[in-house]
């Protein structure tokens, strides 16, 4: 049985977007989603479905479409390929580097060939960025809330749409996807 960590794009930033985790782990359910857990108030759901992964977030996109105005993006990893993406980090931490500083960004699809060279040229911020398939992986060196690397920005250039998270809430998605398939 799939183990799926599905990530709602824009959701609780700014007070815009909110859905209640409670109203989100309740619309899992319904769908017969086994063990929905929510990590955080910021969109991060982890169960276990039948089915395959794409098919479990379609199904879960239309839901929350139906119970709310603003219908978030859900983008989904499967438990398998969010340990691969950690385990094949290709900017991983060195001492006193802030783990909450380095944001992975699930990517909607693949980006095209030549993606990475036009989310790089002509920007020369101080970020250390690394393109892997549907994962991007950004350290931004003087915080997030600094940098002139946004999300928007991201998306334009890579031609793809795709949500962020901390390191910190990756490593946790990924243990609690592990505690959930153990106990399915």
Not at 71 to 98: F, T, Y
């Amino acid at each position: 049985m799939p183990v799926t960590i599905f990530l709602l794009r824009a959701v609780n930033v700014g007070g815009a977007t909110t859905i209640r985790m409670e109203a989100l782990r309740g619309i899992a359910a319904a769908l017969g989603f086994r063990r929905p857990t929510t990590l955080l108030q910021s969109g991060n759901l982890v169960a276990s479905h039948d089915g395959d992964t794409g098919e479990a977030a379609a199904r879960l996109k239309a839901a929350l479409a139906k119970e709310f105005p603003y219908a978030p993006d859900v983008i989904a990893r499967s438990r398998s390929a969010l340990a691969e993406a950690i385990a094949e980090n290709p900017l991983p931490l060195s001492a006193g580097q802030d783990p909450k500083f380095l944001q992975y960004i699930a990517l909607a699809s693949t980006p095209e060939a030549g993606a990475l060279e036009r989310l790089t040229s002509g920007y020369d911020g101080p970020e250390t960025i690394a393109l892997c398939g549907r994962d991007l992986f950004v350290y931004y060196a003087e915080g997030v809330g600094r940098s002139k690397l946004t999300n928007a920005l991201i998306e334009r250039r890579l031609g793809v749409k795709g949500t962020a998270r901390n390191w910190n809430t990756v490593t946790k998605l990924a243990a609690l996807a592990g505690e959930i398939a153990a106990h399915d």
